[in-house]
Nanobody, 119 residues
Framework: QVQLVESGGALVQPGGSLRLSCAASGSIFTIYDMRWYRQAPGRQRELVAAISSSDSTRYADSVKGRFTISRDNAKNTVYLQMNSLKPEDTAVYYC?????????????WGQGTQVTVSS
């Protein structure tokens, strides 16, 4: 059984910063790509940032230069540092990871963490 648990969501003022964390636990052999998605009310879930097992990163145009994705393989954790937050960043943020567990390989999702940017 593999679980992803996000943390770090909060209410923050425009221009502020937050750091999200997502820790994977369970019977994990290898974690490959890790990603952050977000979903705002009434909108489709969108990819925010991704990081490969070799630390190659990519970002949505809307967050380039403001958000940074990183990972700590020893802790099976992915982070999303969010700076210069805007009201349009308000959403539920989900982490997603491709994980080899025992004899299976699958994508896993966390439960989401709420980020609200408002004055």
């Amino acid at each position: 059984q593999v679980q992803l648990v996000e943390s770090g969501g909060a209410l923050v003022q425009p221009g502020g910063s937050l750091r999200l964390s997502c820790a994977a636990s369970g019977s994990i052999f290898t974690i490959y790509d890790m990603r952050w998605y977000r979903q705002a009310p009434g909108r489709q879930r969108e990819l925010v940032a991704a990081i490969s097992s070799s630390d190659s990163t990519r970002y949505a145009d809307s967050v380039k230069g403001r958000f940074t994705i990183s990972r700590d393989n020893a802790k099976n954790t992915v982070y999303l540092q969010m700076n210069s937050l805007k009201p349009e960043d308000t959403a539920v943020y989900y982490c997603n990871a491709d994980i080899e567990s025992g004899s299976s390989y699958s994508g896993y999702w966390g439960q989401g963490t709420q980020v609200t940017v408002s004055s």
